[in-house]
């Protein structure tokens, strides 16, 4: 199973651009890359997804390298809003067995 | 409105009561599937359902049953439950992925908190 690992938390400013990273080593060849954000006593929601190079929409941007073993997302200007858990999510549809893993979610913090 | 409901929000019962958690979509979605989360461990598949009568175990399905008889729904069993089932319980539905096809992005309900005693 392709495993994700991200860091814990992150603290940030109001303004500023943020990158959260996250690790999938044994990702298979055509898994997608997903990541949601979470605000609390909420479910997740999707933010952007990409399987490689860069994509990006209204509200972030994700790059991936050539070899897919990691990915960041990026947020760009964060306001207090975005104060949130994001979780990045790789798919397991080769195997044909569709799981999902999370991992355990950064939890940003954006101070005024 | 595209949602996916869960039924009850809040639950506080006795270890050994069986207990359903209802799930429902409204947005004709093939996949559902259902996530416990707890603190410092993410979100865990429990079970997923790729369509009516197909359900498959995700990575912590001990202690838990679904059924998927109608598409729309998706209901959580616990038999007899236990406090280390104590924990905040997700639904999440979207349309079905395949192999060389993107993953379908999941709507998320907004959470079951089941404490068991």
């Known amino acids: 199973l392709a495993k994700t690992t991200q860091p814990i938390s992150m603290d940030s400013y109001e303004g500023q651009e943020v990158n959260i990273t996250c690790s999938h080593n044994n990702i298979a060849t055509n898994d997608y890359i997903t990541w949601y954000q979470q605000f609390p006593s909420q479910g997740p929601r999707f933010i952007i997804q990409g399987y490689k190079t860069k994509v990006t929409n209204e509200v972030a941007s994700l790059f991936i390298p050539a070899d897919r073993k990691s990915s960041t997302l990026s947020l760009p200007r964060v306001s207090l809003s975005d104060t949130a858990v994001y979780y990045c999510l790789v798919g397991e549809a080769t195997s044909g067995t569709y799981k999902y893993i999370f991992g355990t979610g950064t939890r940003l913090k954006v101070l005024a | 409105e595209a949602q996916v409901t869960q039924n009850p929000r809040y639950l506080i019962t006795v270890t050994g009561k069986k207990l359903t958690v209802t799930c429902s979509q409204n947005m004709n979605h093939e996949y559902m599937s259902w996530y416990r989360q707890d603190p410092g461990l993410g979100l865990r598949q429990i079970y997923y359902?790729?369509?009516?009568?197909?359900?498959d175990k995700g990575d912590v399905p001990e202690g838990y049953k679904v059924s998927r008889k109608e598409k729309r729904n998706f209901p959580l069993i616990l038999e007899s439950p236990s406090p280390n089932q104590t924990s905040l319980y997700f639904c999440?539905?979207?349309?079905?992925?395949?192999?060389?096809?993107?993953?379908?992005?999941?709507?998320f309900g907004d959470g079951t908190r089941l404490s068991i005693l």
């Open positions: 359902s790729m369509n009516v009568e197909v359900t």
């Open positions: 999440a539905s979207s349309r079905v992925m395949g192999q060389g096809n993107s993953n379908q992005p999941q709507h």
